[in-house]
């Protein structure tokens, strides 16, 4: 049997994947997520998933679709996303759709193609590793399968849904109904919720500004609220957040900003997280030594066939 890629060659994939996404971000610029919006992410996952099972299929053959299912192959992923996550996050980011504060890209790490390959690579692993694990009894596999499934979801739907997600701003002014907002690029969008504003008002102890509203839908749907700073409203899908005001006019201001904020593929982001958690119990509740000895002899004696 000729040898597989070990972790080193694991490290040399992953540095190769953020060297390509580099030159991506050299000479073709970030991330067009508006590119990837709907329908295309759903063309491009269901890409994914059909490439993720031709090579799941050609395993036998191809060596590579067999060492991605390893955690040679898999712990060079995971630490090479998590130092671009730990990147991300002592670097100050600017808002979606906004210009880089530098040239290079790293304060708009969601556009960041390095960020965003890694993350993909390690998509493509989680799903092999989870076909893998099909093929054996599914009642030894549940606490796996439920972990590995819900990382898998929430990496889809956090990175493909992202394209969907919508931050927009709505400036309405008391006594009138607004369906219009704009946004990081001061385009115009009509939506299918809008609000009108009754009043506006500062509360001094403490201090705190809210709007008293009334949120209309096109399907008919009224709902009034109060929304304050940090008290968003929800409504079919929308999050509504008391943005500013008037600062000239300060408490006496009779115009409101919203901040309007849909991500459709939120919830299930929360559902891989949910899988995750309910795996993690299953391992807790389940007797661990018996079941780790029974997948590891079926999976060594799978490796061993080739």
């Known amino acids: 049997m000729k040898k597989i890629w070990e972790m080193t060659e694991g490290a040399l994939v992953c540095c190769g994947i953020v060297v390509a996404g580099l030159l991506l971000q050299l000479f073709v610029g970030p991330v067009r997520w508006d590119a990837m919006a709907w329908p295309t992410n759903i063309v491009v996952l269901a890409v994914m998933l059909l490439g993720i099972l031709v090579m799941h299929l050609c395993r036998g053959k191809v060596r590579v679709f067999r060492w ?10 995971m630490l090479t996303c998590a130092m671009l996550t730990i990147l ?3 670097t100050r980011q600017v808002p979606q759709g906004h210009v ?44 796996f399968l439920l972990s590995h499934l819900g990382i898998f979801i929430a990496l889809v739907c956090g990175t493909l849904g992202n394209a969907d997600m919508q931050t927009l ?15 990081a690029r001061h385009r115009v969008h009509e939506l299918p919720v809008a609000i009108e504003l009754h009043d506006f008002f500062i509360e001094q102890a403490p201090l705190r500004y809210m709007s008293d509203v009334t949120v209309y839908t096109k399907k008919g749907l009224v709902v009034r609220d109060t929304i304050q700073v940090n008290k968003p409203l929800s409504v079919r899908g929308w999050k509504i957040y008391q943005y500013s005001y008037d600062e000239t006019k300060g408490a006496e201001s009779d115009i ?9 593929w939120l919830p299930y982001v929360y559902l891989g997280i949910f899988m995750m958690l309910a795996g993690a119990v299953c391992l807790f509740r389940n007797s661990p030594k018996s079941s780790h000895k029974v997948n590891e002899s079926k999976i060594t004696r799978d490796d061993d066939m080739e």
């Open 169 to 183: 701003h709505m400036v309405v002014q008391e006594g009138k109904t607004e369906w219009r907002a704009v946004d």
């Open 68 to 77: 991605m299912s390893t955690l040679h192959a898999g712990i060079p992923a």
């Open 256 to 264: 409101s900003i919203f901040e309007m904020v849909r991500d459709p």
């Open 100 to 143: 880089p504060m530098e040239p290079i890209g790293i304060t708009d790490m969601l556009s960041f193609w390095p960020f965003v390959l890694a993350y993909v690579w390690l998509m493509v692993l989680v799903g092999m590793v989870c076909m893998t694990r099909l093929r054996l009894p599914l009642w030894h596999n549940v606490p």
């Open 88 to 90: 991300m996050g002592v």
